[in-house]
DNA sequence: TAATTACAGATAATAAAAGTCTATAATATC
DNA sequence: GATATTATAGACTTTTATTATCTGTAATTA
């Protein structure tokens, strides 16, 4: 079991666009060359980002994606239930003929309950002081 | 992201042999007609735990699979751990050049921890009793 | 109008998991 | 000692999900 990519991916974008000069933007294609990522793979976690209401972007010569406006506020959880789904890790695969549900999986329910917990309260303004000073000026520098 | 059917099978597995009375065993034939799976997979994933130090085997007629005597107190991680491995489920794919390591990577592993945690904390044992009445029968009617 | 950018969908490549098959070794029972 | 029953091991195939690429379209600014 591991995270995707992708979650890896979005997660070091957000904290990237967190520290980008307010009303600023910065393309998809500067963020891949950052990461050093093909530019059609990202854009595709990108969207899933856009659609979820995470960041913003604009077409066109000198647009880009910036985080919301209104969002100072996004979580770990944000991030990875946007570009992961809301499923939980565990699923029972037996059936059973209870009304509790599985025992098995209440455990796992819980368990996952508490890394959640732990991630909900992770904010990406929290890491914005901690962005190395090169990756900030290589934002700053490519930003639109 | 998601846990193995291996994972699913293994704690169902743990359960049901927790059940059986001191001394017993029970067969891979009759665990995986039980869970309606293939014998041969299922055997995989109990060498896996045998070789774990979880549960015993014996070999030949009447022999089978019981829990590890001296080990009344399996966790649900120690079963984890023994089908998926040790590896954490993330890992920074980003070359950093900071001697703190990745400050998502961090944050992930903090996460991860607390799910961990309450895993170290649940035992088999404390199962036992909530198996039910028709799982539990069957089980002592194919026992060795 | 041209350059730059995001967006979308089809497709291919890769990797991991799930599952099967076959042969071998050990043990209890008869 | 022969036989049936069981576990063990490894090669192999199938399936699935992820990762990544390719191509074309639409929007926007200069």
Redesign the interface.
């Known amino acids: ?5 992708a ?3 979005a ?2 974008t957000m ?1 990237y666009l967190i520290t980008l000069p307010k009303g600023r933007t910065i393309g998809m294609q500067s963020l891949a060359e950052i ?2 990522l093909s530019p059609t793979y990202l854009s595709k976690i990108l969207t899933k980002l856009a659609k979820g209401g995470l960041i913003e972007s604009t077409p066109g010569v000198k647009g880009g994606y910036k985080v919301s406006k209104s969002r100072d506020d996004i979580s ?1 959880l944000d991030v990875i239930k946007t570009v ?1 789904g809301e ?1 939980n ?6 059936e ?3 009304n ?1 549900g599985c ?2 999986e209440n ?2 329910i ?3 309950e ?6 909900a309260n ?1 904010f990406l303004i929290d ?1 914005a002081d ?3 000073e ?1 990756s900030r000026s290589l934002i700053k520098g490519k930003a639109n």
Request: charged share 20%; hydrophobic share 35%; proline share 0%.
């Open positions: 079991m591991k995270y995707s990519k979650t890896n991916y997660l070091h904290v990461q050093d770990f992961e499923t890790l565990f699923h029972c695969s037996i059973h003929n209870q509790k025992m098995i455990v796992m819980q368990a996952e508490n890394m959640k917990e732990e991630l992770t890491l901690q962005v190395d090169n």
